[in-house]
Protein backbone atom coordinates (compact mmCIF):
# COMPACT_ATOMS: atom_id res chain seq x y z
CA UNK A 1 0.00 0.00 0.00
CA UNK A 2 1.45 3.27 -0.76
CA UNK A 3 -0.39 6.94 0.04
CA UNK A 4 -0.87 10.18 -2.00
CA UNK A 5 -1.54 13.20 -0.24
CA UNK A 6 -2.67 17.00 -1.84
CA UNK A 7 -3.61 20.07 0.46
CA UNK A 8 -6.49 20.33 -2.00
CA UNK A 9 -8.40 17.83 -3.85
CA UNK A 10 -10.97 17.46 -6.56
CA UNK A 11 -13.20 13.94 -6.70
CA UNK A 12 -14.01 13.88 -10.08
CA UNK A 13 -17.28 15.82 -9.32
CA UNK A 14 -16.68 17.99 -6.55
CA UNK A 15 -14.06 19.89 -4.22
CA UNK A 16 -12.46 17.81 -1.44
CA UNK A 17 -12.46 20.45 1.07
CA UNK A 18 -9.33 19.98 3.27
CA UNK A 19 -7.60 17.84 0.53
CA UNK A 20 -7.27 14.23 0.54
CA UNK A 21 -4.79 11.37 0.83
CA UNK A 22 -5.77 8.32 -1.87
CA UNK A 23 -4.18 4.95 -0.89
CA UNK A 24 -3.34 2.75 -3.72
CA UNK A 25 -2.84 -1.10 -3.64
CA UNK A 26 -2.75 -3.27 -6.45
CA UNK A 27 -3.45 -0.87 -9.15
CA UNK A 28 -6.53 0.06 -7.34
CA UNK A 29 -7.80 3.16 -5.23
CA UNK A 30 -8.25 1.09 -1.70
CA UNK A 31 -9.52 3.97 -0.11
CA UNK A 32 -9.22 7.93 0.52
CA UNK A 33 -9.10 9.35 3.79
CA UNK A 34 -9.33 13.44 4.49
CA UNK A 35 -5.93 14.84 3.52
CA UNK A 36 -4.59 15.17 7.23
CA UNK A 37 -5.26 11.71 7.77
CA UNK A 38 -2.55 9.54 9.28
CA UNK A 39 -1.74 5.95 7.30
CA UNK A 40 1.35 3.77 8.24
CA UNK A 41 2.37 3.44 4.55
CA UNK A 42 4.80 5.48 2.62
CA UNK A 43 2.48 8.29 1.32
CA UNK A 44 3.93 10.88 -1.38
CA UNK A 45 3.33 14.42 -0.20
CA UNK A 46 3.85 17.22 -2.82
CA UNK A 47 3.19 20.70 -0.84
CA UNK A 48 1.13 23.45 -2.43
CA UNK A 49 -0.75 20.50 -5.67
CA UNK A 50 -3.54 19.51 -5.95
CA UNK A 51 -5.15 15.94 -6.35
CA UNK A 52 -7.78 14.55 -8.98
CA UNK A 53 -8.62 11.48 -10.87
CA UNK A 54 -6.33 10.89 -14.13
CA UNK A 55 -8.10 12.56 -17.03
CA UNK A 56 -10.66 11.00 -19.96
CA UNK A 57 -10.01 12.64 -23.44
CA UNK A 58 -13.22 11.47 -24.97
CA UNK A 59 -12.45 11.94 -28.22
CA UNK A 60 -8.84 10.71 -30.00
CA UNK A 61 -7.95 8.71 -32.71
CA UNK A 62 -4.90 7.35 -31.83
CA UNK A 63 -3.68 6.14 -35.51
CA UNK A 64 -3.05 10.14 -36.38
CA UNK A 65 0.22 11.19 -34.85
CA UNK A 66 -0.19 15.38 -34.52
CA UNK A 67 1.35 15.81 -37.50
CA UNK A 68 -0.50 18.30 -40.89
CA UNK A 69 -2.88 15.70 -42.62
CA UNK A 70 -2.52 13.49 -39.90
CA UNK A 71 -5.81 11.44 -41.45
CA UNK A 72 -5.40 11.58 -44.63
CA UNK A 73 -1.69 9.85 -44.28
CA UNK A 74 -3.03 7.16 -41.95
CA UNK A 75 -3.22 4.33 -45.27
CA UNK A 76 -0.08 5.10 -46.58
CA UNK A 77 1.59 3.88 -42.99
CA UNK A 78 3.01 0.17 -42.72
CA UNK A 79 1.58 -1.83 -39.64
CA UNK A 80 5.38 -0.72 -38.11
CA UNK A 81 4.84 2.38 -38.23
CA UNK A 82 0.83 2.39 -36.93
CA UNK A 83 2.44 0.66 -34.27
CA UNK A 84 4.87 3.05 -33.28
CA UNK A 85 2.38 6.38 -33.61
CA UNK A 86 -0.61 4.39 -31.26
CA UNK A 87 2.25 3.82 -28.68
CA UNK A 88 3.53 7.38 -29.35
CA UNK A 89 -0.31 8.87 -28.81
CA UNK A 90 -0.85 7.32 -25.98
CA UNK A 91 2.30 8.25 -24.20
CA UNK A 92 1.59 11.76 -25.72
CA UNK A 93 -1.94 11.59 -23.22
CA UNK A 94 -0.01 10.00 -20.60
CA UNK A 95 2.33 12.93 -19.98
CA UNK A 96 -0.31 15.55 -19.49
CA UNK A 97 -2.20 13.53 -17.10
CA UNK A 98 -4.71 11.52 -19.18
CA UNK A 99 -5.43 8.23 -17.72
CA UNK A 100 -7.93 6.96 -20.47
CA UNK A 101 -9.18 7.90 -23.77
CA UNK A 102 -12.17 7.16 -26.57
CA UNK A 103 -10.84 6.43 -29.95
CA UNK A 104 -13.82 7.57 -31.83
CA UNK A 105 -12.26 6.62 -35.13
CA UNK A 106 -9.19 4.32 -35.35
CA UNK A 107 -7.78 2.38 -38.88
CA UNK A 108 -9.25 -0.71 -39.87
CA UNK A 109 -9.59 -1.76 -36.53
CA UNK A 110 -6.12 -1.08 -35.78
CA UNK A 111 -7.07 0.03 -32.28
CA UNK A 112 -9.86 -2.50 -31.31
CA UNK A 113 -7.77 -5.27 -32.74
CA UNK A 114 -4.71 -4.13 -30.61
CA UNK A 115 -6.53 -4.81 -27.27
CA UNK A 116 -4.58 -1.62 -25.96
CA UNK A 117 -4.53 -0.77 -22.41
CA UNK A 118 -1.77 -3.23 -20.28
CA UNK A 119 0.52 -0.54 -18.83
CA UNK A 120 -1.38 3.16 -20.93
CA UNK A 121 -4.52 4.66 -20.45
CA UNK A 122 -7.45 2.47 -20.50
CA UNK A 123 -8.71 2.72 -23.86
CA UNK A 124 -12.38 2.83 -25.33
CA UNK A 125 -12.51 2.31 -28.79
CA UNK A 126 -14.93 2.44 -31.80
CA UNK A 127 -13.02 0.85 -34.86
CA UNK A 128 -13.44 2.57 -38.22
CA UNK A 129 -16.65 5.27 -38.41
CA UNK A 130 -19.62 3.95 -40.07
CA UNK A 131 -20.17 6.73 -42.81
CA UNK A 132 -21.58 6.82 -46.16
CA UNK A 133 -19.75 5.55 -48.85
CA UNK A 134 -16.89 8.28 -50.24
CA UNK A 135 -18.31 9.95 -46.63
CA UNK A 136 -16.41 11.33 -44.17
CA UNK A 137 -12.98 9.58 -42.98
CA UNK A 138 -14.22 7.09 -45.52
CA UNK A 139 -10.23 5.72 -46.03
CA UNK A 140 -10.71 4.42 -42.41
CA UNK A 141 -12.53 1.50 -43.67
CA UNK A 142 -16.26 1.99 -42.44
CA UNK A 143 -17.97 3.07 -45.48
CA UNK A 144 -21.54 1.42 -45.82
CA UNK A 145 -23.87 1.62 -48.88
CA UNK A 146 -27.20 0.31 -48.26
CA UNK A 147 -29.41 -0.92 -45.16
CA UNK A 148 -27.79 -4.29 -45.00
CA UNK A 149 -24.26 -2.96 -44.90
CA UNK A 150 -25.13 -0.83 -41.96
CA UNK A 151 -26.44 -3.15 -40.20
CA UNK A 152 -23.60 -6.08 -40.65
CA UNK A 153 -20.98 -3.02 -40.07
CA UNK A 154 -22.73 -2.14 -36.54
CA UNK A 155 -22.77 -6.39 -36.06
CA UNK A 156 -19.07 -6.54 -36.79
CA UNK A 157 -18.04 -3.93 -34.63
CA UNK A 158 -20.12 -5.77 -31.69
CA UNK A 159 -18.43 -9.23 -32.85
CA UNK A 160 -14.68 -7.58 -32.76
CA UNK A 161 -14.95 -5.87 -29.31
CA UNK A 162 -15.77 -2.64 -30.26
CA UNK A 163 -17.51 -0.79 -27.24
CA UNK A 164 -19.11 2.20 -28.98
CA UNK A 165 -20.38 2.38 -32.26
CA UNK A 166 -19.49 5.91 -34.26
CA UNK A 167 -21.46 6.96 -37.25
CA UNK A 168 -20.56 9.96 -38.91
CA UNK A 169 -24.36 11.68 -39.44
CA UNK A 170 -22.66 14.66 -41.69
CA UNK A 171 -19.42 15.34 -44.01
CA UNK A 172 -16.36 16.64 -41.99
CA UNK A 173 -13.77 19.05 -42.82
CA UNK A 174 -10.84 17.33 -42.26
CA UNK A 175 -12.23 14.92 -45.34
CA UNK A 176 -12.56 17.91 -48.31
CA UNK A 177 -14.80 15.76 -50.58
CA UNK A 178 -17.62 15.66 -48.53
CA UNK A 179 -19.45 18.75 -47.37
CA UNK A 180 -20.03 19.49 -43.39
CA UNK A 181 -22.88 21.35 -44.11
CA UNK A 182 -25.05 18.22 -45.47
CA UNK A 183 -25.85 15.16 -43.30
CA UNK A 184 -24.99 11.85 -44.70
CA UNK A 185 -27.79 8.77 -44.28
CA UNK A 186 -31.21 8.77 -44.59
CA UNK A 187 -33.33 9.26 -41.10
CA UNK A 188 -34.30 5.67 -41.29
CA UNK A 189 -30.68 4.40 -41.90
CA UNK A 190 -29.50 6.32 -39.24
CA UNK A 191 -32.24 5.47 -36.98
CA UNK A 192 -31.57 1.06 -38.08
CA UNK A 193 -27.19 1.88 -37.09
CA UNK A 194 -28.51 2.77 -33.42
CA UNK A 195 -31.08 0.56 -33.67
CA UNK A 196 -29.06 -2.16 -33.87
CA UNK A 197 -25.96 -0.83 -31.97
CA UNK A 198 -28.67 -0.93 -28.76
CA UNK A 199 -29.78 -4.10 -29.39
CA UNK A 200 -26.33 -5.43 -29.23
CA UNK A 201 -25.69 -3.53 -25.76
CA UNK A 202 -23.37 -0.20 -27.39
CA UNK A 203 -23.98 3.53 -27.26
CA UNK A 204 -23.98 5.01 -30.34
CA UNK A 205 -21.93 8.32 -30.97
CA UNK A 206 -22.61 10.19 -34.00
CA UNK A 207 -20.13 13.16 -35.64
CA UNK A 208 -22.65 16.02 -36.26
CA UNK A 209 -22.06 19.50 -37.73
CA UNK A 210 -25.24 21.17 -39.62
CA UNK A 211 -28.61 21.28 -37.85
CA UNK A 212 -30.48 18.68 -39.71
CA UNK A 213 -27.85 16.09 -39.11
CA UNK A 214 -27.58 17.27 -35.17
CA UNK A 215 -32.17 17.15 -35.05
CA UNK A 216 -31.60 13.53 -37.25
CA UNK A 217 -30.21 12.25 -34.33
CA UNK A 218 -31.87 13.03 -31.68
CA UNK A 219 -34.93 11.51 -33.77
CA UNK A 220 -32.58 8.55 -34.16
CA UNK A 221 -31.43 8.25 -30.85
CA UNK A 222 -28.12 8.88 -30.24
CA UNK A 223 -26.62 8.59 -26.77
CA UNK A 224 -23.72 11.21 -27.94
CA UNK A 225 -22.87 13.76 -30.16
CA UNK A 226 -19.43 15.29 -31.43
CA UNK A 227 -19.00 18.34 -32.46
CA UNK A 228 -22.83 19.95 -32.46
CA UNK A 229 -21.42 23.12 -34.41
CA UNK A 230 -24.79 24.03 -35.74
CA UNK A 231 -23.08 25.69 -38.65
CA UNK A 232 -24.78 26.60 -41.91
CA UNK A 233 -24.29 28.32 -45.30
CA UNK A 234 -23.97 31.78 -43.29
CA UNK A 235 -21.91 30.39 -40.19
CA UNK A 236 -23.24 29.10 -36.43
CA UNK A 237 -26.63 29.48 -35.43
CA UNK A 238 -28.44 27.26 -32.98
CA UNK A 239 -32.05 27.56 -33.57
CA UNK A 240 -34.57 28.40 -30.75
CA UNK A 241 -35.53 25.30 -28.89
CA UNK A 242 -32.80 22.96 -30.23
CA UNK A 243 -30.15 23.52 -27.05
CA UNK A 244 -33.34 22.61 -24.70
CA UNK A 245 -34.60 19.89 -27.16
CA UNK A 246 -30.76 18.16 -26.71
CA UNK A 247 -31.05 18.76 -23.09
CA UNK A 248 -34.06 17.13 -22.66
CA UNK A 249 -33.05 14.33 -24.58
CA UNK A 250 -30.18 13.28 -22.18
CA UNK A 251 -27.44 13.81 -25.12
CA UNK A 252 -23.93 14.24 -24.23
CA UNK A 253 -22.31 16.56 -26.37
CA UNK A 254 -18.36 16.39 -26.87
CA UNK A 255 -17.93 20.08 -28.46
CA UNK A 256 -14.49 19.13 -29.28
CA UNK A 257 -12.69 22.27 -28.01
CA UNK A 258 -9.21 23.00 -27.42
CA UNK A 259 -6.28 23.59 -29.69
CA UNK A 260 -2.64 25.11 -29.60
CA UNK A 261 -3.09 28.60 -28.48
CA UNK A 262 -1.92 30.92 -31.03
CA UNK A 263 -1.78 27.82 -33.84
CA UNK A 264 -3.67 29.01 -36.96
CA UNK A 265 -6.60 26.30 -38.03
CA UNK A 266 -5.31 24.03 -40.42
CA UNK A 267 -6.36 25.08 -44.52
CA UNK A 268 -9.37 22.46 -44.71
CA UNK A 269 -10.82 24.21 -41.57
CA UNK A 270 -9.97 27.72 -42.73
CA UNK A 271 -11.74 27.05 -46.13
CA UNK A 272 -15.12 26.43 -44.30
CA UNK A 273 -14.61 29.32 -42.22
CA UNK A 274 -13.99 31.40 -45.06
CA UNK A 275 -17.03 29.69 -46.86
CA UNK A 276 -19.58 30.13 -44.00
CA UNK A 277 -18.18 33.41 -42.34
CA UNK A 278 -17.80 31.04 -39.31
CA UNK A 279 -15.76 32.48 -36.52
CA UNK A 280 -14.06 30.92 -33.61
CA UNK A 281 -15.85 33.54 -30.84
CA UNK A 282 -19.12 32.43 -32.76
CA UNK A 283 -18.13 29.05 -31.93
CA UNK A 284 -17.59 29.44 -28.64
CA UNK A 285 -20.82 31.84 -27.76
CA UNK A 286 -22.61 28.74 -29.34
CA UNK A 287 -21.10 26.01 -27.33
CA UNK A 288 -21.55 28.68 -24.00
CA UNK A 289 -25.31 28.59 -25.09
CA UNK A 290 -25.29 24.92 -25.41
CA UNK A 291 -23.98 25.04 -21.67
CA UNK A 292 -26.64 27.41 -20.45
CA UNK A 293 -29.39 25.37 -21.89
CA UNK A 294 -28.30 22.51 -19.52
CA UNK A 295 -26.37 20.30 -22.16
CA UNK A 296 -24.35 17.60 -20.42
CA UNK A 297 -20.71 18.43 -22.47
CA UNK A 298 -17.61 15.89 -22.46
CA UNK A 299 -13.98 17.64 -23.21
CA UNK A 300 -12.80 15.39 -25.66
CA UNK A 301 -10.65 17.30 -27.58
CA UNK A 302 -10.16 15.45 -31.49
CA UNK A 303 -6.79 15.13 -30.43
CA UNK A 304 -4.41 13.92 -32.89
CA UNK A 305 -5.53 15.23 -36.10
CA UNK A 306 -2.93 17.80 -36.50
CA UNK A 307 -0.13 19.85 -35.08
CA UNK A 308 -3.06 22.36 -33.45
CA UNK A 309 -4.57 19.81 -31.90
CA UNK A 310 -1.75 17.14 -30.96
CA UNK A 311 -2.14 14.02 -27.76
CA UNK A 312 -2.21 15.81 -24.73
CA UNK A 313 -3.81 18.94 -25.91
CA UNK A 314 -6.50 18.28 -23.32
CA UNK A 315 -5.91 20.96 -20.80
CA UNK A 316 -6.16 23.21 -23.61
CA UNK A 317 -9.59 22.23 -23.80
CA UNK A 318 -10.70 22.06 -20.42
CA UNK A 319 -9.40 25.91 -20.29
CA UNK A 320 -11.76 26.28 -23.47
CA UNK A 321 -14.58 25.17 -21.46
CA UNK A 322 -14.18 27.49 -18.51
CA UNK A 323 -13.94 30.42 -21.41
CA UNK A 324 -17.63 29.23 -23.14
CA UNK A 325 -18.69 29.78 -18.72
CA UNK A 326 -18.33 26.68 -17.14
CA UNK A 327 -17.04 26.66 -13.27
CA UNK A 328 -13.81 25.17 -13.28
CA UNK A 329 -15.26 22.17 -10.92
CA UNK A 330 -17.51 21.63 -14.00
CA UNK A 331 -14.73 21.66 -16.36
CA UNK A 332 -12.90 19.61 -14.66
CA UNK A 333 -16.10 17.32 -14.33
CA UNK A 334 -16.35 17.05 -17.99
CA UNK A 335 -12.99 15.33 -18.40
CA UNK A 336 -13.04 13.34 -15.24
CA UNK A 337 -16.59 11.89 -13.75
CA UNK A 338 -18.64 13.15 -16.06
CA UNK A 339 -16.33 11.72 -19.30
CA UNK A 340 -16.31 8.17 -17.44
CA UNK A 341 -19.52 7.86 -17.47
CA UNK A 342 -20.16 9.01 -21.07
CA UNK A 343 -17.58 6.07 -21.83
CA UNK A 344 -19.17 3.52 -19.94
CA UNK A 345 -16.13 3.80 -17.50
CA UNK A 346 -17.68 4.66 -14.59
CA UNK A 347 -17.08 1.88 -12.46
CA UNK A 348 -13.56 1.78 -13.71
CA UNK A 349 -12.01 5.42 -13.34
CA UNK A 350 -13.01 9.38 -13.46
CA UNK A 351 -13.21 9.56 -9.79
CA UNK A 352 -11.54 9.29 -6.55
CA UNK A 353 -12.92 6.57 -5.04
CA UNK A 354 -12.31 3.47 -3.51
CA UNK A 355 -12.38 0.21 -5.98
CA UNK A 356 -11.49 2.27 -9.18
CA UNK A 357 -8.55 2.19 -10.92
CA UNK A 358 -5.44 4.09 -9.39
CA UNK A 359 -5.82 6.89 -11.55
CA UNK A 360 -4.12 9.84 -10.53
CA UNK A 361 -3.25 13.26 -11.43
CA UNK A 362 -1.23 15.69 -9.27
CA UNK A 363 -0.67 19.68 -10.52
CA UNK A 364 0.86 22.67 -9.15
CA UNK A 365 -1.33 25.24 -7.81
CA UNK A 366 -5.23 24.98 -7.98
CA UNK A 367 -7.27 24.28 -10.82
CA UNK A 368 -10.31 25.23 -9.31
CA UNK A 369 -9.67 28.92 -9.26
CA UNK A 370 -6.81 28.92 -11.95
CA UNK A 371 -8.00 26.36 -14.63
CA UNK A 372 -3.85 26.70 -16.41
CA UNK A 373 -2.72 25.35 -13.50
CA UNK A 374 -3.95 21.36 -15.02
CA UNK A 375 -0.89 22.09 -17.55
CA UNK A 376 1.33 22.17 -14.46
CA UNK A 377 1.35 18.37 -14.31
CA UNK A 378 3.56 16.95 -11.23
CA UNK A 379 2.72 13.48 -11.29
CA UNK A 380 0.97 10.96 -13.05
CA UNK A 381 -0.81 7.40 -12.05
CA UNK A 382 -1.84 5.07 -14.43
CA UNK A 383 -3.59 2.06 -12.75
CA UNK A 384 -1.04 2.44 -9.57
CA UNK A 385 1.89 2.91 -11.47
CA UNK A 386 3.68 6.13 -11.54
CA UNK A 387 4.12 7.66 -15.06
CA UNK A 388 8.10 8.53 -15.46
CA UNK A 389 7.53 12.00 -16.99
CA UNK A 390 10.84 12.38 -18.25
CA UNK A 391 10.96 9.55 -20.16
ZN1 LIG B 1 -12.60 12.88 -34.62
Known sequence: ????????????????????????????????????????????????????????????????????????????????????????????????????????????????????????????AAGPPITSAGGHCWSMGGEVDGDDEARRAVRERAERGAQVIKVMASGGVMTVTTDVLVPQFSDDRLRLVVDEAHALGLPVVAHAHPVAAIEQCLDAGVDGIEHCTCIGPTGISTPPGLAERIAASGVVVGPTLGHVPGMEPPPQVQA???????????????????????????????????????????????????????????????????????????????????????????VAGDPLTDIAALQQVRLVVSRGVEVDLNG
Open 1 to 124: MRGYRADRAFDGERVVHGGALVLVEDGRIAGVEPGDAAVGCPVTHLPGTTLLPGLIDTHVHLCADSRPFALDRIPEMSADELDAVVRKSLRDQLMVGVTAVRDLGDHHFAVVDRHLGGDGPTVV
Open 272 to 362: VMKRTGMTLEARLAQVGELHRAGVPMIGGADSGIGPGKPHGILPHAVAHMVGIGMSCAEALASVTGAAAKACGLGDRTGRLRAGLDADLLV
